[in-house]
């Protein structure tokens, strides 16, 4: 087994950030640093420790829906943050790591789990799970943009997948739009309301496929039920 997907197993953190905790040092296997990513292990011989802990593949799964507040952090470990969104999950005795990412300033919807394999089919463009999103934007977006918004805009140097949108509301000033993609690339939303010039002022993931946020309210979080596990699993 690759040594990221054994992180994610053993619920440190997803596999893309378990590259990263590998190539920033932090992993040993049978007491060596290991920096290579295709580096593999057996998952019942070798000992593998992150930070100098020994880590186990998780056999009780945890799925938990969390309504992140701005100001958070969405990872497991960030020595240049102090709010990181595991502060907000009091009594649970799993390692669980972040279902993707929003940003600090981004509030709504995260899931956490140590499932990794769930937690890659989430995460994977090609699964095409849906996130739809409400942000309060600068302006009022014209038909010609929210239809170039629609059919892709090229961000950090590749187009990005059709796009839903669809303005909800308008003030003088500014409008709220519904925004719903698949692909999770790093401030997706943001970038493409920047590209059509009209930057987001306040961003809120609302559903993850047919998972909403309902009346969880902000820094609040829950353990998903049983037919929401079963619904996310069959995505």
């Known amino acids: ?135 309060l934007v600068e302006g009022i977006p014209n038909n010609k943009k929210l239809t170039r918004f629609r059919k892709g805009l090229k961000i950090d140097g590749r187009m990005t997948a059709e796009a839903y949108v669809r303005i909800i509301k308008r003030y003088k000033d500014s409008s709220v739009l519904e925004i719903a993609i698949h692909e999770g690339r790093n401030r997706q939303v943001r970038k493409m309301c920047k590209y059509i010039r009209h930057p987001v002022i306040k961003l809120k993931r609302i559903s993850i496929g047919k998972l909403t946020l309902n009346d969880l309210e902000v820094g609040k979080w829950r353990y998903l039920t049983r037919d929401e596990v079963d619904y996310l699993k069959k995505l």
């Open 1 to 135: 087994m690759r040594l990221q997907k054994y992180m994610a197993k053993c619920g440190v953190a997803s596999r893309r950030e378990s590259e990263s905790i590998i190539l920033e040092g932090r992993v040993k296997v049978n007491d060596l640093v290991i920096k290579e990513l295709g580096t593999k292990i057996n998952s019942d011989k070798d000992i593998v420790k992150v930070d100098n802990k020994i880590i186990e593949i998780e056999k009780n799964k945890v799925y938990i829906m969390l309504n992140k507040p701005e100001g958070y952090v969405t990872t497991v470990k960030d020595k240049h943050s102090e709010n990181i969104v595991l502060d907000l999950i009091d009594g649970v005795r799993e390692r669980i790591f972040p279902v993707g990412r929003l940003d600090c300033d981004t509030s709504g919807l995260l899931l956490l789990t140590n499932d990794g394999n769930l937690a890659y089919k989430l995460t994977h463009p090609s699964h095409e799970v849906i996130k739809r999103y409400i942000a």
